[in-house]
Nanobody, 128 residues
Framework: QVQLVESGGGLVQPGGSLRLSCAASRFTLDYYVIGWFRQAPGKEREGVSCFRSSDGSTYYADSVKDRFTISRDNAKNTVYLQMNSLKPEDTAVYYC?????????????????????WGQGTQVTVSS
């Protein structure tokens, strides 16, 4: 059974940075698409960034492009989300999710309904 554990959330001032980690166990990242999603109070869960290891492709939502970077550490079987220039509107619970490899374009696949395995989430609060 796929297990995902997020960490690294916290309180940060606007303009600051955080790095979220998603540690995967009981499966190998090589055969999955990994996504980062977030859900703010009163809003639907949305895709932030997705990564497909088979071809190295990445996708970023327009709202985080050029500020967030998704990456992986093969040795640690962990995916990271480096978040820079954080804004108050980035405040949300952030989740990582995994889904077996698909040839679908990442932009189409990076939606919550396409992912079946989820972590428990980590809170990110951007406030002065």
């Amino acid at each position: 059974q796929v297990q995902l554990v997020e960490s690294g959330g916290g309180l940060v001032q606007p303009g600051g940075s955080l790095r979220l980690s998603c540690a995967a166990s009981r499966f190998t990242l090589d055969y999955y698409v990994i996504g980062w999603f977030r859900q703010a109070p009163g809003k639907e869960r949305e895709g932030v960034s997705c990564f497909r290891s088979s071809d190295g492709s990445t996708y970023y939502a327009d709202s985080v492009k050029d500020r967030f970077t998704i990456s992986r550490d093969n040795a640690k079987n962990t995916v990271y989300l480096q978040m820079n220039s954080l804004k108050p509107e980035d405040t949300a619970v952030y989740y990582c999710a995994a889904e077996p490899l698909s040839r679908s374009p990442l932009q189409r696949m990076c939606a919550p309904s396409h992912f079946g395995s989820w972590g428990q989430g980590t809170q990110v609060t951007v406030s002065s």
